[in-house]
């Protein structure tokens, strides 16, 4: 086993509990902001939202599956990038396509639809894709990784709180309307606190293997952003909404990856140093290839 591989990041189970609460109040934060009617205004675009949807779910695990083959990298870095490549879009993907002047509806239906697919698709990408890289399939085998407990745990994770929160939104809209904003902000700052907790907790580690992956997530990331926007320039779609399925693609909920890393592959070092430097590195990404789209208005479809 390759040095990297056999390195364990430190999280105390606590904090681990505590931080799934965190995720879950994060997801319920951002679904207060959603409404029933939004999946229906989706589905009067379904070729957009579709593609999208194909994008995040299908192609991009199968991509990154090539891209495991052609670079080769640490059995435990091949399998974080199939970790963060099954994981739903980010929550901020939605203001990175507002910005980049996008369609924002579209991102916030395939944001909320990948979320919804992500209960079955994440376990299900995670086991197909990891069993075909011998290397990684060998990690699989010895964590011995029950889809069934990744899928209950996926919906403890996403699924109950974005039912909650649309729930919530629906039947008591006033107070999800004023509740949306300070419940975002307060979510994903302690998010971001855990987070930074645990990269301090490990920052030895973390210094001494980030540079294996620094390159690895930058052209994974890379891949993401324009395979996202070539399928939807291929398919016929419009600039803003080409713009959308790109950063939707780029934008994975590395959170989700971290702590399914704690809970099911015991902190592995190198699944963990991507997901992590993931999460901060797709921000970076995103708010540059968002700064440079939003000094170009998208044209006006005929």
């Known amino acids: 086993m390759n040095e990297l591989d056999a390195v364990r990041l430190n999280f105390n189970p606590q904090s681990l509990a505590l931080l799934n609460v965190v995720l879950g109040l994060v997801v319920f934060g951002v679904s207060l902001d959603l409404k029933l009617g939004d999946f229906k205004a989706a589905l009067a675009m379904p070729k957009a939202l579709l593609i999208g949807l194909l994008g995040h779910h299908v192609i991009f695990p199968a991509f990154t599956y090539a891209?495991?083959?052609?670079?080769?990298?640490?059995?435990?870095?091949?399998?974080?990038?199939?970790?963060?490549?099954?994981?739903p879009?980010?929550?901020?993907?939605?203001?990175?396509?507002?910005?980049?002047?996008?369609?924002?509806?579209?991102?916030?239906?395939?944001?909320?639809?990948?979320?919804?697919?992500?209960?079955?698709?994440?376990?299900?990408?995670?086991?197909?894709?990891?069993?075909?890289?011998?290397?990684?399939?060998?990690?699989?085998?010895?964590?011995?990784?029950?889809?069934?407990?990744?899928?209950?745990?996926?919906?403890?994770?996403?699924?109950?709180?974005?039912?909650?929160?649309?729930?919530?939104?629906?039947?008591?809209?006033?107070?999800?309307?004023?509740?949306?904003?300070?419940?975002?902000?307060?979510?994903?700052?302690?998010?971001?606190?855990?987070?930074?907790?645990?990269?301090?907790?490990?920052?030895?580690?973390?210094?001494?293997?980030?540079?294996?992956?620094?390159v690895v997530v930058f052209v994974h990331n890379a891949l993401a952003l324009a395979s996202g926007y070539l399928l939807a320039l291929a398919s016929g779609l419009p600039e803003r909404d080409r713009r959308a399925v790109s950063i939707e693609m780029g934008i994975q909920n590395s959170g989700l990856g971290l702590i399914l890393i704690f809970n099911f592959f015991d902190g592995l070092g190198g699944m963990a140093i991507v997901a992590a430097w993931w999460g901060i590195w797709h921000i970076i990404a995103g708010l540059t290839v968002a700064a440079v789209w939003s000094r170009r208005p998208p044209p006006v479809p005929a």
């Open 89 to 214: 879009a980010g929550h901020i993907s939605n203001f990175l396509t507002h910005l980049a002047r996008g369609n924002t509806a579209l991102s916030i239906s395939i944001s909320a639809f990948s979320t919804v697919a992500a209960v079955f698709m994440t376990p299900l990408n995670i086991a197909f894709w990891g069993s075909l890289y011998p290397p990684s399939q060998a990690i699989l085998r010895e964590v011995a990784v029950n889809p069934i407990e990744m899928l209950v745990a996926v919906f403890l994770l996403l699924g109950l709180p974005l039912t909650l929160g649309l729930l919530i939104s629906h039947h008591y809209a006033a107070f999800a309307q004023r509740a949306q904003r300070p419940m975002k902000i307060f979510s994903i700052l302690v998010f971001a606190a855990f987070v930074i907790g645990a990269l301090a907790a490990n920052f030895a580690n973390f210094l001494r293997y980030v540079g294996f992956v620094v």
């Open 67 to 87: 891209l495991v083959l052609v670079l080769q990298p640490q059995p435990s870095i091949a399998l974080g990038m199939i970790l963060v490549s099954s994981c």
